[in-house]
């Protein structure tokens, strides 16, 4: 690198000056990308989810769907009701169950169960599912997200913590599951 | 009064602003735009100035906090003093903001004034507008009641659409797994601090440039706009017929300012402040939420789109749609200004006006959303009961205890979702509507597994009897001759 014949010292130390401050905001720019991607960046170690507790098997007749409560794993002082979620748990036959996000699949509203035409109908734009949690009419290009369960002494258990979103869906597929054995 | 005058003299020398205020005051304008069509942009920022003021007011009682901002709204609306009134100026003050600012750009560009050498004027303007709705979607949500939080599912699910980052953008915009303290926390820092920093910014900007530039000068037919000689003339005019800002155009931006405020206000008064709804508890579930007025459109057009359209109209509508804004005044930057002569672009408004309108209509009715308690709460009209058979009132039983009456009217009663029943046996036969029950079909659930042999055969013996009297309901034709064929040959080959 030549340096220019022209370059007077205070010219010099004016661009030092300036790389000085580019380093500093640099280094001050990693903190603060760090903190502003704290929501992304702590997800992909995957620690959100976990099981939670939905209730006593009793709660869930079989052949009945019913609506659940859980409040969320993650939570914070300030999150107030906003971290109590419900969700839909369908008891099939006694033995399996399905459990339904409470949002619907096309843009997150909650659905609601009507038990005598066994659907499922969204308020908003009028996405409807059948009991199974399969589309039935509407906008959803999909059927309802479903949360991964497990049963451990008599607690129906599902593993939760995130929004379902059509872009990422909770855990589960739509597809039929492997149907756990009764513990 | 001369002692105003010797603080005035003191602070000037010390300023030194006295002298660029004046000259921009009184900078020469074309004499027809001293006109009631160019009050827009100076009422959008009376308004603002208005949001400011009525949104620090507010932010002294508001608790950013998911556990606590709706019961900081009710205290506003309930026990503070005119906390209600300062939370409808507020509100109502968005809707009169942002209908000001689409009025400002529709008259700019009818007027043409994007045109050379306005092109960042209107950019910067372009990037208003949008700042303008951000102002309000984010405003929405600090409304921190059902609406707010199924509002932001909705805007979750859409981002999350996004190709590969979506599940980071969630995150991001909800500043964790679900909607909760974190999200409200972000949408205030966003609505109190980023949003609007960047609007004055961006209107000190605008402003700038429409000094700088001089204002669009009325549109003529025929003069048209050529870049060699656009700044020439422009000066030439307002050398020839111009008069200054102050007072000779100012007084129309006082006295709109004046109107516009006072409209706010009255309403504000009359209609009250927005909300909020129920509490942003999840778990009830009895809701249906619904945007502010102005993503209504939004939320009618979200309702329409087939679902393998939806994602692709989502993620590339609004790009192009910005786009082709911005590059508006690069593609068109010359010619003609006059809309009386830009027959396209007046047609291009009437029919982003109508709709506009159309949709915002829609999404105030949502005809396309189940009536969730219509089977409950409406009877059927007794007109369609008289006379009946016993199978046939069974079947209107079962027409209101499968939820039937949701999605399909009887006499103009129940959901709109589905077409109204009151003439189907006109429509379907017999046989038509037991396989449209059971199979359902053309945006219909299936009813198979949820109806017995008799509900089905009831039900349809009551949809048949729905036809005007003295209109013989739709039968196969084949049918009848079908069954005599089969009588006939039953009687003469019995076996």
Known sequence: MTVPADLTRRQLFMKIGIVLNSIVGVILAAPILRYLLSPVVRDRSKTFD????????????????????????????????????????????????????INCAHLGCPVRWFPHSGLFMCPCHGGAYYQDGSRASGPPERGLFQYDYRIEGRQLLIKASQLPTPGQPSQASNLVREIQPCV | MRLIASIAEWLDARLQLGSSIRETAQHEVPRETASWFYVFGSAAFVVFMLQIVTGILL?????????EAW????????????????????????????AIVLIHMVQVFLFGAYKYPRELTWIVGVFLLLITLGMAFTGQVLRFDQDAYWGLGIGASIASRVPLLGPAIVHLMLGGPIIAGATLSRFFALHVFVVPGLLIAFVAVHLLMVVKLGINEWPMPGRLVRKATYTKEYHELTKKDGLPFVPGAVWKDLFFAAFVLLSVGACAYYFGPFGPSGPPDPTIIQTAPKPDFFFLWLYAVLSFLPPSMETPVLLIGPVLGILGLLLLPFVFGEGEKSWRRRPVAVLTILLVAVSLTAFTQLGLHTPWSPLMDAWSRIPIPRDFLHNRTALERQGALVFQVKQCHNCHSLGDEGGKRGPALDAVALRLTQDQLIRQVIQGGGNMPAYGKNLSPAETTALVAFLETLHPAGQRPAQDASRSIVLEEHTTSGASNPQ
């Open chain 1, 50 to 101: 976990s099981w939670v507790a939905l209730g006593g098997l009793e709660q869930f007749p079989s052949g009945e769907t019913r609506l659940a409560t859980y409040r969320n794993p993650v939570v914070t002082p300030s999150d107030g009701q906003t971290a109590d979620i419900a969700c839909w748990v369908r008891n099939i036959d006694g033995k399996s169950f399905q459990v339904f996000a």
């Open chain 2, 59 to 67: 932010a002294l009682i508001y608790v950013p906090s998911a556990a």
């Open chain 2, 71 to 98: 019961n900081s709204l009710q205290t506003l609306n309930q026990s503070v003093p005119l906390g209600w009134y300062i939370r409808a100026l507020h509100g109502w003050g968005s809707n009169f903001m942002v």
